[in-house]
């Protein structure tokens, strides 16, 4: 709760700070610290120190899961601004209000974190999507950004009309809004509650674009400025991940064989068309949307396999996702060639940026001594001892060999090509040395992973 209210107080503060503040490092700052704000009152939170009690008639509930990937949230954001909060001077003049959008960006992913009602899953969802329309297209004058905003909308809005329905037909077959009252069997399972589950399905899944709902993704995260791409395509996905998880776990967990397989076929079919359509790119950018496709299919493996392993997995996994993330569109942001071949000799010019970005691609792709190694080893794992097919957990490891072709193609052409034309990139040493810690992390964490997951239990 303690996050939730000030995360919704810091976006109205940066709206007013844009009308008092003229200097643009003053906002930024502002919003740098009141990101370190929100972490602090969240693992204050964590530790039983909570500043307001709002009785919520059982709507939300703040349970240790929710509240530790709050923190991993808040944490990621908070490197995604020291990283790229600059680069957002470039977009437009609107600096204060698309920093005022991330935090009521996050004040929706705090409510979908922990509902227990399905009218606040659908308002946090909402609370995350309508701002995203408008970050989008910030980019007014780029004909690529209305686009892919106009196309997020309307696509966004059909989805929410299936989610809307999803819930009427759930309360026309319970009586309730309520997770713990849907899980609740009383005699044969209702048609009502089966389609309500489908279309409730169905939407998570284009939020979070899983296959056969992705194809949006790639045109909007391409047309999207950049720096926004980063905050979509990593803090937002996971986000709404977790609300994935909590409404089957909670919600739907005495229909699990009716949903399993399809939550098998939505899997394989993400992890499928994510790998194989990323490997044939020519655009960076592009390949990083496939690519949150791909990542999105491992993720999917935690609804599928829905045990403590798989929570455990959704953590670690956020975490080493979001960070490498976040990383490598960091240095692309910097870059003004996004193809392959703007990354030809990359290492003679930036041989400290080209370290950090192989580190980050290495996580990706699921290299040992890496956060996104023991991160997809925990998805695979609770998918091969929680469920009956064992075809799933091998065609991940199947697709993750596959990944790494196309992110070594980035690391080739960093160390084994010859660029034709100097580095323009300049870069702060304070940028250089977030990056180098932000790779150390990700290193520490796939040593050691249990210095994020032991936050569960102690």
Same mark, same amino acid.
């Given at each position: 709760?303690?996050?939730l209210?000030?995360?919704?107080?810091?976006?109205?503060?940066?709206?007013?700070?844009?009308?008092?503040?003229?200097?643009?490092?003053?906002?930024?700052n502002?919003?740098?610290?009141?990101?370190?704000?929100?972490?602090?009152?969240?693992?204050l939170?964590?530790?039983?120190?909570?500043?307001?009690?709002?009785?919520?008639?059982?709507?939300?509930?703040?349970?240790?899961?929710?509240?530790?990937?709050?923190?991993?949230?808040?944490?990621?954001?908070?490197?995604?601004?020291?990283?790229?909060?600059?680069?957002?001077?470039k977009?437009?003049?609107?600096?204060?209000?698309?920093?005022?959008?991330?935090?009521?960006?996050l004040?929706?992913?705090?409510?979908?974190?922990?509902?227990?009602?399905?009218?606040?899953?659908?308002?946090?969802?909402?609370?995350?999507?309508?701002?995203?329309?408008?970050?989008?297209?910030?980019?007014?004058?780029?004909?690529?950004?209305?686009?892919?905003?106009?196309?997020?909308?309307l696509?966004?809005?059909?989805?929410?009309?299936?989610?809307?329905?999803?819930?009427?037909?759930?309360?026309?077959?319970?009586?309730?809004?309520?997770?713990?009252?849907i899980?609740?069997?009383?005699?044969?399972?209702?048609?009502?509650l089966i389609?309500?589950?489908?279309?409730?399905?169905?939407?998570m899944?284009?939020?979070v674009?899983?296959?056969?709902?992705?194809?949006?993704?790639?045109?909007?995260?391409?047309?999207?400025?950049?720096?926004?791409?980063s905050? +979509? %395509? /990593? #803090?937002?996905?996971?986000? &709404?991940? $977790?609300?994935?998880?909590r409404?089957?776990?909670? !919600? *739907?967990?005495?229909?699990?064989?009716?949903?399993?397989l399809?939550?098998?076929?939505?899997t394989?079919?993400?992890?499928?068309?994510?790998?194989?359509?990323?490997?044939?790119?020519?655009?960076?950018?592009?390949?990083?949307?496939?690519?949150?496709?791909?990542?999105?299919?491992?993720?999917l493996?935690?609804?599928?396999?829905?045990?403590?392993?798989?929570?455990?997995?959704?953590?670690?996994?956020?975490?080493?996702?979001? +960070? %490498? /993330? #976040?990383?490598?569109?960091? &240095?692309? $942001?910097?870059?003004?060639?996004?193809?392959?071949? !703007? *990354?030809?000799?990359?290492?003679?010019?930036?041989?400290?940026?080209?370290?950090?970005?192989t580190?980050?691609?290495?996580?990706?792709?699921?290299?040992?001594?890496?956060a996104?190694?023991?991160?997809?080893?925990?998805?695979?794992?609770a998918?091969m001892?929680?469920?009956?097919?064992?075809?799933?957990?091998?065609?991940?490891?199947?697709?993750?060999?596959?990944s790494?072709?196309?992110?070594?193609?980035?690391?080739?052409? +960093?160390?084994?090509?010859?660029?034709?034309?100097?580095?323009?990139?300049?870069v702060t040493?304070?940028f250089?040395?977030?990056?180098v810690?932000?790779?150390?992390?990700?290193?520490?964490?796939?040593i050691?992973?249990?210095l994020?997951?032991?936050?569960?239990?102690?």
């Amino acid at each position: 709760m303690n996050a939730l209210l000030l995360s919704a107080l810091m976006g109205v503060v940066m709206m007013f700070s844009g009308i008092v503040l003229k200097s643009k490092a003053a906002i930024r700052n502002i919003a740098i610290a009141g990101m370190l704000a929100l972490l602090l009152v969240n693992i204050l939170e964590m530790n039983g120190t909570v500043f307001l009690v709002i009785d919520s008639k059982g709507m939300i509930g703040f349970d240790r899961f929710a509240l530790l990937f709050n923190s991993i949230i808040f944490f990621s954001t908070f490197l995604y601004l020291t990283l790229s909060a600059r680069d957002m001077e470039k977009v437009g003049v609107n600096y204060a209000e698309y920093l005022a959008l991330i935090f009521f960006i996050l004040c929706g992913i705090a409510l979908v974190s922990s509902f227990r009602s399905l009218i606040i899953l659908f308002l946090g969802i909402e609370i995350i999507s309508i701002p995203l329309y408008i970050l989008t297209g910030s980019d007014k004058l780029n004909l690529k950004s209305n686009e892919a905003s106009l196309k997020y909308f309307l696509l966004g809005s059909f989805s929410t009309g299936l989610m809307l329905m999803g819930i009427a037909l759930i309360y026309g077959a319970k009586g309730t809004f309520y997770t713990s009252g849907i899980n609740m069997v009383n005699g044969a399972i209702s048609p009502l509650l089966i389609a309500g589950m489908l279309l409730l399905m169905f939407s998570m899944a284009f939020k979070v674009s899983v296959a056969p709902f992705h194809f949006w993704t790639p045109d909007v995260y391409d047309g999207a400025p950049t720096v926004f791409t980063s905050f +979509m %395509a /990593t #803090i937002v996905k996971a986000g &709404v991940f $977790i609300a994935f998880i909590r409404l089957f776990d909670e !919600g *739907f967990a005495s229909q699990q064989p009716k949903w399993k397989l399809i939550i098998a076929i939505l899997t394989a079919a993400t992890l499928l068309i994510g790998n194989i359509t990323a490997v044939f790119q020519q655009s960076v950018k592009r390949m990083l949307a496939y690519s949150s496709i791909a990542q999105a299919g491992f993720m999917l493996l935690s609804v599928y396999a829905m045990s403590p392993d798989s929570k455990e997995g959704l953590i670690l996994y956020a975490a080493a996702y979001c +960070m %490498a /993330t #976040i990383g490598i569109f960091a &240095v692309l $942001i910097k870059m003004s060639d996004y193809t392959f071949d !703007g *990354f030809n000799g990359f290492a003679k010019q930036q041989p400290l940026l080209a370290a950090v970005t192989t580190i980050f691609l290495l996580s990706l792709a699921g290299i040992p001594l890496t956060a996104g190694f023991m991160a997809k080893f925990y998805m695979i794992k609770a998918a091969m001892y929680n469920s009956g097919l064992l075809w799933l957990p091998i065609l991940a490891l199947v697709m993750a060999a596959v990944s790494v072709s196309y992110y070594f193609r980035v690391i080739q052409a +960093m160390y084994f090509r010859e660029s034709s034309t100097p580095s323009t990139l300049t870069v702060t040493p304070a940028f250089r040395y977030t990056l180098v810690a932000l790779a150390a992390l990700v290193v520490l964490l796939g040593i050691f992973p249990n210095l994020l997951l032991a936050w569960l239990y102690f």
